[in-house]
């Protein structure tokens, strides 16, 4: 079994920039892949960044794409979530998940380890 444990979430302002972390412990031998969601009140669980393992595969949700980034270091069993220019359609709560199946995917079904989450408020 694997935990996971967000963390840099916070409030910021429109324009500002936060990084995530996501620390990662237990069976973490059994991860491949890991994707940071998000959820806004209303609306579905949405996969804005994934990473494979050896981090030569990412994905972007369009919405983020060249805002956002995703890295991990497996040393420290962390993944990160660099978010720059943040606007309030980013506001919501941030949610990392691991996988162990061999494919990298947006799908939150796929992901069998998953986080707390961590709010991230953006204000004007």
């Known amino acids: 079994q694997v935990q996971l444990v967000e963390s840099g979430g916070g409030l910021v302002q429109a324009g500002g920039s936060l990084r995530l972390s996501c620390a990662a412990s237990?069976?973490?031998?059994?991860?491949?892949?890991m994707g940071w969601f998000r959820q806004a009140p209303g609306l579905e669980r949405e996969c804005v960044a994934a990473?494979?393992?050896?981090?030569?595969?990412?994905y972007y949700a369009d919405s983020v794409k060249g805002r956002f980034t995703i890295s991990r270091d497996n040393a420290e069993n962390t993944v990160y979530l660099q978010m720059n220019s943040l606007g309030p359609e980013d506001m919501a709560v941030y949610y990392c998940?691991?996988?162990?199946?061999?494919?990298?995917?947006?799908?939150?079904?796929?992901?069998?380890?998953w986080g707390q989450g961590t709010q991230v408020t953006v204000f004007s």
């Open positions: 998940a691991a996988r162990s199946g061999p494919l990298l995917t947006r799908e939150a079904a796929a992901y069998d380890s």
């Open positions: 237990g069976r973490t031998s059994s991860i491949y892949g």
């Open positions: 990473i494979s393992w050896t981090g030569s595969r990412t």
